[in-house]
């Protein structure tokens, strides 16, 4: 079962979760006829059981692209491909949709019941699995994202990073092999952010599913297999962390940061300090320092 | 101020009360209803009473949380009162300037006020004893046979469900709005009601506004879920009727069929 790939050398089909191929994605305006193009001509592979962040400024298309992964939007030129399925085709959207499931920024705003063990099973009860098998999965998900002990509370007495929690679970519980974050640490504070990047790191490293993170926060990146630096639409880098954060003139001309660490390392080598130019943690710099 | 609301509230509990069927409590609170309005003597009302009483000691509910579900109903059971005892025709016991108090019309003030206090009571009896959830999917149930003739039985309950799952989050809502205005020299509290309503313009507008987002959100999220309706669609507890959800349901009915016949002896 291989599809040949041309130029590369052969590729195993089986091995991509996600892929674009060059997707374009027009907004209209409703006022004037003009059109804004969030995405443009976009060609990128996620490959089954990566860890890759999108980064990028605001209006960069991110969260576009990541909408446009499991079928919520449709790529105006283009065709998106889950597991091997054309998000265009009607008939297959809601195989996509289980097998890409994504967590949003607000999890107020993704919270369907009134109990927690209800909204877990909100996307199984969807596809119509029978109640003893939601059960299974119910207890399965919420013990996964360590929620379990919090199954007949009301979600909104549970903290940001909780209710954060409680909204992965109810995804999980769909059993998805591919998790699409869309900056699900922007509305939390310091410790419900950290509860949320461990969860998601577990799911990865774990439970095997493919990860592809939406974020703004570079500490976050810094963990992921690959990096893909969206700006205007388009990839302006991609590589592994250390090699995009090599990069701080770069990628500070794109309206990022870089790591706090990486930033120190690199005033530090302005200062004519020999230093390598890719440190990512805390531990590297004093191993290199001291 | 926000968080007194007590009708509707749910007090939690593990008795037979809380554990019957749901479709079978709204069955049995419309049985309540509707013989309430067939009673035209006050001695049914002693069956009511009875009624009312022995389900409070089995589901163990709190006489005073019952009486202040009924709090906010003072000022209409008071016109009702009012009414009644001017309004209607009789012999004269004695006037009051131009309003003549009759003794027909006292004994049918206290008539209709009583039908009030018990509907009310019994309609809390419900929602005190019954989760909000279990209530929905009581509600679904029983409308779903109608879904033949086109009532959107699902849609209705999911919409409940919602609104149940977002009052806390938007009273949280309008508390933190109230606050960010007040900072900013909001008055919410004085005034006359024509300019208190007026300063309820700048938090009912970011609210509404909010409102609107969270439910386009809300939207995306539920079809990212692969929400698509109510067809084929499983629960993760299903009701089922039991024997002495059944058994209770006919002793029921039997009883406000006899409550009801009163009216015909």
């Known amino acids: 079962m291989f599809y040949g790939n041309k130029k590369d050398g052969v590729q195993n089909m089986d091995d991509i979760m996600i892929k674009t191929d060059k997707v374009t994605y027009e907004y209209k305006s409703n006022i004037d006829d003009s059109v804004q193009t969030a995405v443009k001509d976009l060609s990128i592979e996620v490959k089954k059981g990566e860890f890759l962040v999108i980064l990028g400024h605001n209006g960069s298309g991110k969260s576009t692209l990541a909408k446009m992964m499991n079928g919520l939007l449709l790529p105006t030129r283009g065709e998106v491909y889950v597991s091997g399925m054309n998000t265009k085709d009607e008939d297959k959207i809601w195989d996509i949709r289980s097998k890409a499931g994504m967590v949003f920024q607000n999890p107020d705003n993704q919270i369907v019941a009134t109990i927690v063990e209800e909204d877990v099973a909100f996307g199984p009860e969807n596809l119509g699995v029978p109640p003893k098998e939601i ?9 996964t994202v360590e929620m379990l002990e919090y199954k007949h509370h009301a979600p909104y007495l549970l903290s940001g990073g909780q209710k954060q929690r409680v909204a992965i679970a109810g995804i999980l519980s769909m059993n998805p092999e591919c998790i699409i974050f869309d900056e699900p640490t922007a509305m939390l504070d310091p410790n419900g952010r950290k509860e949320v990047m461990g969860t998601i790191k577990k799911l990865n490293k774990d439970e095997g599913k493919t990860i592809v993170l939406i974020t703004h926060y570079m500490d976050e990146a810094v963990k992921a297999d690959r990096i893909l630096v969206m700006s205007d639409g388009e990839i302006a880098l ?17 309206g990022l940061d870089v790591p706090q660490v990486t930033e120190l390392a690199y005033e530090l080598r302005k200062e004519g300090i020999d230093i390598r130019n890719d440190v990512l943690s805390i531990e590297e710099l004093v191993d290199l320092l001291c | 101020m926000l968080r007194d609301i007590t009708i509707g509230q749910y007090f939690p509990g593990d008795t037979i009360i809380h554990k019957l069927d749901p479709r079978v409590k709204i069955i049995i609170i419309g049985l309540f209803i509707a013989s309430l309005f067939f009673i035209n003597s006050f001695y049914p009302y002693i069956l009511i009473l009875l009624f009312i009483g022995i389900v409070i000691k089995i589901a163990k509910l709190p006489i005073k949380f019952i009486l202040k579900g009924l709090k906010p109903l003072y ?3 008071l016109i009702t009162l009012f009414i009644n005892i001017f309004m209607t025709k009789g012999e004269v016991l004695f006037t009051i300037g131009p309003l ?3 003794k027909e019309g006292i004994s049918m003030a206290v008539f209709m006020a009583l039908r009030l206090v018990f509907l009310i009571t019994g309609t809390s009896l419900l929602t005190l004893t019954t989760s909000p959830i279990a209530l929905t999917d009581g509600i679904e149930k029983l409308l779903s046979p109608f879904k033949i003739i086109g009532l959107p039985a699902h849609e209705l309950a999911m919409m409940m469900t919602i609104a149940l799952r977002f009052i806390p989050t938007l009273l949280e809502e309008t508390d933190k709005i109230m606050k960010a205005q007040m900072a900013r020299g909001a008055d919410f509290e004085s005034g006359n009601i024509l300019n208190r309503a007026k300063n309820l313009v700048p938090l009912l507008v970011p609210l509404f506004i909010n409102a609107f987002r969270r439910a386009d959100e809300l939207a995306t999220a539920m079809e990212a879920r692969c929400y698509r309706g109510g067809d084929n669609r499983t629960r993760l507890n299903e009701l089922k009727l039991k024997n002495y959800d059944i058994a209770i349901l006919l002793s029921q009915i039997a009883f406000f069929g006899f409550i009801i016949s009163t009216r015909y002896i």
């Open chain 1, 238 to 254: 991609e590589g592994t962390p250390k090699e995009i954060f090599r990069q701080v003139e770069k990628v500070k001309e794109l």
């Open chain 2, 100 to 102: 003549t108090v009759t």
């Open chain 2, 75 to 77: 000022f209409i059971i």
């Open chain 1, 135 to 143: 059960r299974k999965r119910v207890d399965e998900a919420l013990s």
